[in-house]
């Protein structure tokens, strides 16, 4: 053979070779860009099945707690303020005290806090019955969350006579979630 021919022949091997190398080096990044792709890509869709498949139970869980928490919440609605309201006079009035004054205001939660109604209200009555009263205030559902209370005792000291109070509170009425409007 021709020293010619035998180094083109050689070279053209060679050549061959690299292309090949070539070919295979980047044949493999591919392939293992694709498989580090795919790994990622299975294990986030295998958590997503795995929350799909958790669906149902997830479903009857937050059902048991809304079961559980519903009525211990005030009813939300147009008229939310008033028949909070309403509900903290009749209570009061149940345990034989006198509501003097009463304020309320409705607030809007915010960052994943519930709408509630802020009440302040004074009440009058003998001593015995607002103890009463605050008693009930803790078994009472729904709910009113005591924010401040305030009991102080009016009138003299007469033996004979039962002791007068005033009571003066700043409660929270948390409402179920739902229509409210400030």
Known sequence: MNPWTRNASVLLIGLAVAVLAVAGGIYRTLWIRYDTALGQFESRSERIDGVIQAGPDIGKRLALVRDAVTPRLHASGDNAQNDVQQKLRELITASGGTLVSSQVA?????????????????????????????????????????????????????????????????????????????
């Open 106 to 182: 409705l607030e809007t939660g915010s960052d994943g806090e519930m709408n509630r109604v802020r009440l302040t209200a004074t009440i009058t009555g003998e001593w015995n019955r607002m103890v009463r009263f605050m008693q009930t205030m803790q078994t009472h559902r729904p709910i009113y969350w005591v924010r401040s209370a305030t009991l102080a005792r009016e009138g003299g000291t007469a033996a004979v006579a039962s002791q007068q109070a005033r009571l003066t509170l700043q409660l929270d009425a948390p409402l179920a979630p739902g229509k409210a409007a400030p």
